[in-house]
């Protein structure tokens, strides 16, 4: 009994023992806290995407005043506000360095200086089929049909680019890829807003009232990689173009009856049907 009851006191000592040491070198250890920093370099201007996002453990005492820590719903609430200054990868994003959707003059920020905002609206195919997010660069399409009768038939459609390698700003009401709160890949855009110069802003509205609007996504970085095949220029598509039998004369029919007609006594004459 005596040697039961010194190996019982004997584990509890150790135990007790063992657990304040734990606790005592947790205390010791430096407290550190994830801070959301840049995942990739950002520019000035641009929309923060989740990928630019990234986590960085730091001491408490040296996290930078107005950092943000890294949580689910911090995160959330950064994806779309606008970089105020240029960021490399693994620096903290501060507050005072984000302008979030629905800070006073958000839209207005985004925009380069001098350029404006105009919305265009498009619908499954003419969008891309949900394919276009904010930060894009397209071309503006217009296809427009011509009601005039007297012109041949492979000139009374025709298609033209109006705009080329203009920025997406906005799809809907959403700012940036990953905004929408659904998440749901059915959501498809209606409206389209792009970023262009005044007089271009004045082209799209008169465009939007002559046809169908297209949009037309460019590749990211054609510059930096060559293109496989030659860049068209832009120019005017006429239905006779992309269809050549519209310039093809109905053929006439083969077979059918003919006729001989008699007028007194002048020869007959064969008419055909």
């Known amino acids: 009994m005596m040697a039961l009851g010194l190996a019982g006191f004997g584990t509890v000592a150790w135990i007790a023992t063992r657990t304040h040491t734990e606790i005592h070198h947790r205390a010791a250890a430096p407290q ?31 996290v930078p005043s107005g950092a943000n820590r890294d949580t689910p719903a911090v995160r959330a609430g950064l994806v779309g506000a606008m970089i105020r200054r240029p960021l490399v990868v693994g ?19 985004v925009l380069a200086p001098g350029m404006r905002a105009v919305t265009v609206g498009v619908d499954a195919i003419s969008g891309s089929a949900g394919l276009i997010w904010p930060g894009d660069r397209v071309d503006l399409v217009l296809t427009q049909e011509i009601a005039d009768r007297n012109l041949p038939l ?17 799809i809907d009401q959403h700012l940036v890829e990953g905004a929408n709160p659904n998440g749901l890949a059915s959501d498809l855009a209606r409206t389209v807003s792009l970023e262009v110069t005044p007089r271009e802003a004045e082209d799209v509205a008169v465009a939007a009232g002559l046809g169908r609007l297209s949009l037309v996504v460019r590749s990211a970085d054609t510059a930096k990689r ?7 220029a ?20 083969v077979g059918g009856a003919t006729m001989r ?6 020869n007959a004459q064969e008419v055909h049907f």
């Open 91 to 109: 620096e903290a994003i501060l507050e005072p360095d984000v302008m979030r959707p629905g800070d006073h003059g958000f839209l207005a920020a």
């Open 32 to 62: 550190k806290i994830a801070i959301l920093v840049a995942g990739r370099p950002l520019q000035a201007g641009a929309l923060l995407k989740p990928g630019d996002l990234s986590s960085a453990l730091v001491l408490a005492q040296a």
């Open 226 to 232: 060559g293109t496989a095949r030659p860049v068209d």
């Open 234 to 253: 832009p120019g005017i598509a006429w239905a006779s173009q992309v269809s050549p039998a519209l310039n093809v004369a109905a053929p006439k029919a």
């Open 261 to 266: 007609v008699f007028r007194g006594s002048e």
């Open 154 to 170: 492979g000139e009374r459609l025709a298609a033209e680019t109006v705009l080329t390698d203009v920025r997406v700003i906005a």
